[in-house]
């Protein structure tokens, strides 16, 4: 099934220049790149992201983790929209399992992740964790004129497109 994924380069892996590297692993399957910006995260857009994490004893750290708090306040991340068959899928297997210490030493988060000393995982990117919450997170981070196709319904309000 045709799906739209959102991966996004976290402060961590900016900072060890890992961005190039996500985007050549994903350009090698059948996945189509559809949208790619440079994005300064904010504190809302942090907590908007991981609204679904709010109750959780870490999300105040991991708020400040993409930020880029931790890591120099390297606040700039890579988001990427790709589009395919099984998008979902494909780019959770190739980002590997969120605990780089499980995580398949092929996968992305197994070859370039860690985890810190105080516990706090460094796993390089994020990856949509399902269909429907890949279009809440790709509405978030882009508008429809950031994506080169129609991936989602949008209405013309003024002369702008705007999401349906």
Not at 23 to 52: C, I, M, P, S, W
């Amino acid at each position: 099934m045709k799906e739209n994924v959102l991966v996004i380069v976290k402060p961590d892996g900016m900072v060890h220049g890992h961005a190039g590297h996500v985007l050549t692993r994903f350009e090698e399957t059948d996945l189509k790149l559809v949208g790619a910006r440079v994005v300064r995260v904010t504190h809302d857009l942090a907590e908007t992201h991981y609204q679904h994490l709010k109750d959780k004893p870490f999300f105040d750290e991991l708020i400040h983790f993409l930020m880029g708090d931790l890591h120099n306040h390297q606040d700039l991340v890579l988001a990427y929209v790709f589009t395919g068959e099984n998008a979902v899928k494909v780019g959770r297997d190739i980002a590997g399992a969120t605990n780089p210490e499980q995580a398949d030493n092929k996968s992305i988060r197994g070859s370039m992740g860690r985890v810190t000393t105080k516990g706090s995982f460094e796993n390089v990117i994020h990856v949509s964790s399902d269909p429907l919450e890949a279009e809440r997170e790709i509405k978030l981070w882009f508008t429809p004129e950031e994506i080169a196709i129609d991936i989602f319904k949008t209405t013309i309000s003024g002369h702008r497109k705007v999401w349906s």
